[in-house]
C-alpha cells in the first residue's frame, strides 16, 4: 500500500510517503523561532505546523513521485505530545482521508520511534531491547513484536533528552543544546564527577543532575570567575558522561534480566555519538547484535510513523473519522 504519513507531535512538521513498507520520500521543516526564547513554546509551535503542513505534505509527494489520488491510506501521530501541534496533524489527515475516501491510521510516536528501525535494513528480528531516549521520554521496551511494546524501565523524571537540553542551558548553550553539548564534548576529558541518581530496578532519574551541575560550577566559578568559558569541552564531556554512563548501566541490567542479544538505541538521543560508540562498544563485549537508526531516524519524522502505518494496515487496524489527538496515552 501508498501511505501518506504526518508527524506533528512537538516542534518539527514532518510529512513520508512510505510504499509497501518502504520509504519513498520523509521530508521535516524545522522551527526556527523557539531558538529565541530557549525551549519550544507551544502556541509558537502550533502556528508554524499550520503554516508548514501543506508545503511539507506537498513536497513529500512529489519527491515521492507519487500523487495524492494514489494513496492507499493517511497515517498521522496522535499522540504523545503536545496537543495544540498534534491538533494540526490530526485535523490534516482526517480531512485529506475524507477527501480522498481512504482509511485513516493512528500512530503512537514512541511506538514509531522503535519502529524506525524498519524504516532501513539492517532491521532487527523480533523479539529485541530498544532504550528509547528522546525529548519526552527515557524507556527500556522488550518489542516482542511491531505492534507490541512492553516497557520494562522508564524514567521517573526527566527524560534523558531533558536532561541534555537543560544541562546545557545551565552552561549556556542555545536550545535544544543536546547536539551541540556532543559536539563540544568531543574535545574534552569527563573530569568531573557529576551525580549519577539511581531509583533501582530498571528506572531512570535524571532531575539530580541539574543540581548537581549547578552546584559544582557555582563553587568552582566563586573560585575562577571565568570557569566554565575555559573548561567548557569538559564540562560537556562530564556531562554527557553522567548521562550515556547511567543509560549504558541500565540497558546493560536490562538485557542480562531479559536474556535478549538483540539490542537497539532509538530516539533523538540515540543520535548522540558518544552513546552509539559506547553500545557498539558494549556489544563487542557483550556478544550483541546491535541496531542504531541513521541519524535522520533517530529525531521526529514521519518516516517511522509511515513505517507504522504500514505494520498496522497490514493487521487491518485503521482510526474512525471521530478520533481525537492525545497529550499522552
Ligand atoms: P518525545 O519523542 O519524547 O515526544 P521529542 O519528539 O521532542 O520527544 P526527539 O525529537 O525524539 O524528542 O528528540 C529530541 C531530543 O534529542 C532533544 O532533547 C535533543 O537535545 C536530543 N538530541 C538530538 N541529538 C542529540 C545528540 N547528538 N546528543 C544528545 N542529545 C541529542
Ligand atoms: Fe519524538
Known amino acids: ?11 518539527d512538521t514532518s510529512a513520508a510517503v512510505v510504499e509497501d513498507g518502504r520509504v519513498r520520500s520523509n521530508v ?28 511539507t505534505v506537498s513536497v513529500a509527494l512529489r519527491r515521492a513521485e507519487r500523487t495524492a489520488s494514489e494513496l492507499d491510506a493517511v497515517a498521522f501521530t496522535r499522540g504523545p505530545g503536545l496537543i495544540g501541534s498534534l491538533m494540526v496533524g490530526v485535523s490534516f489527515a482526517k480531512a485529506l482521508a475524507l477527501a480522498l475516501d481512504i482509511p485513516l491510521i493512528e500512530v503512537d510516536h514512541m511506538q514509531a520511534h522503535v519502529l524506525a528501525h524498519f524504516a532501513e535494513a539492517p532491521k532487527p528480528d ?47 548553550l542555545p536550545y535544544p543544546a543536546g547536539p551541540e553539548l556532543d559536539r563540544l564534548a568531543r574535545a574534552g576529558k569527563p573530569t568531573i564527577d557529576f551525580a549519577q541518581p539511581d531509583p533501582g530496578g530498571l528506572d531512570f532519574s535524571f532531575s539530580g543532575l541539574k ?20 573548561n567548557l569541552n569538559d564540562i560537556c564531556a ?34 548522540n555519538s558518544e552513546l552509539r560508540g559506547r553500545l557498539a ?47 499522552r496515552f
Request: include cysteine; glycine fraction near 8%; charged fraction near 20%.
Open 211 to 230: 543540581t548537581s551541575i549547578l552546584y559544582t560550577l557555582q563553587k568552582r566559578v566563586e573560585a575562577e570567575p571565568d570557569y566554565v568559558k575555559n
Open 126 to 172: 523480533f523479539p529485541f531491547l530498544c532504550l528509547t531516549v528522546s525529548g519526552g521520554h527515557t524507556q527500556l521496551v522488550v518489542v516482542h513484536s511491531a505492534l507490541e511494546q512492553e516497557i520494562i524501565g522508564r524514567t521517573i523524571d526527566d527524560a534523558a533528552g531533558e536532561a541534555f537540553d537543560k544541562s546545557g542551558k545551565l552552561i549556556g
Open 28 to 55: 521535516t521543516a524545522t522551527q526556527a523561532i523557539h531558538v529565541e526564547y530557549g525551549g519550544v513554546v507551544p502556541e509558537h509551535a502550533s502556528r508554524a505546523h499550520q503554516r508548514n503542513i501543506l508545503p
Open 281 to 327: 562498544q558494549e556489544g563487542r563485549k557483550r556478544d550483541w547484535e546491535t541496531f542504531v537508526p541513521k541519524i535522520e531516524y533517530c529525531t521526529d519524522n514521519a518516516a517511522m510513523i509511515g513505517v507504522t502505518a504500514a505494520f498496522k494496515y497490514a493487521q487491518g487496524l485503521f482510526t474512525s473519522q471521530a478520533v481525537a489527538p492525545a497529550a
Open 238 to 271: 562530564s556531562v554527557q558522561e553522567a548521562i550515556v554512563a547511567t543509560l549504558i548501566r541500565k540497558l546493560v541490567a536490562a538485557a542480562e534480566q531479559t536474556g535478549l542479544h538483540r539490542v537497539a538505541l532509538a530516539g533523538g538521543v540515540s543520535a
Open 1 to 11: 500500500p501508498l501511505i501518506l504519513a504526518i508527524e506533528s507531535s512537538c516542534d
